[in-house]
Every structure is written in structure tokens, then in C-alpha cells.
């Protein structure tokens, strides 16, 4: 049915949102260099903020 078809995608979407904070939090434990790594780091962040509103984006349109 379309409902469990939308829960499935939300699961989904969820499970994709918890890798991409674990990843996230992975990457900011490492010790990182400030100088040269912050930068990436932060550009990392950034990435995942976009996918993580992308998901939730396709989330909303097809709900």
C-alpha cells in the first residue's frame, strides 16, 4: 500500500540521516591539523548538511 511504501521511504531517508551523522561525527574525532583540516572539515560538514536536506527535501515532495 502507499502508506507502507511512504514508511519504508521515511526508514530509509532515516537510516541514510544516521550515516551521514556518523560519518560526520567520524571525521570530527579524527585529530585533525586546524590549520590545513578545518577548512576541509567544515567543507565536509557542509556537504552533509546538503545531502541530509536533500533527503529530507525528497521526503516531503513525495509524501
Known amino acids: 500500500s502507499l502508506v507502507s511504501k511512504l514508511s519504508d521511504k521515511g526508514e530509509n531517508i532515516k537510516k541514510k540521516i544516521l550515516a551521514l551523522n ?8 579524527r585529530n585533525l591539523q586546524p590549520d590545513d583540516l578545518s577548512s576541509r572539515a ?6 552533509v548538511s ?8 525528497k521526503l516531503s515532495l513525495s509524501n
Open 42 to 47: 567544515e567543507d565536509k560538514q557542509k556537504s
Open 50 to 57: 546538503v545531502d541530509i536536506s536533500l533527503e529530507l527535501q
Open 22 to 29: 556518523s560519518e560526520l561525527l567520524k571525521f570530527s574525532a
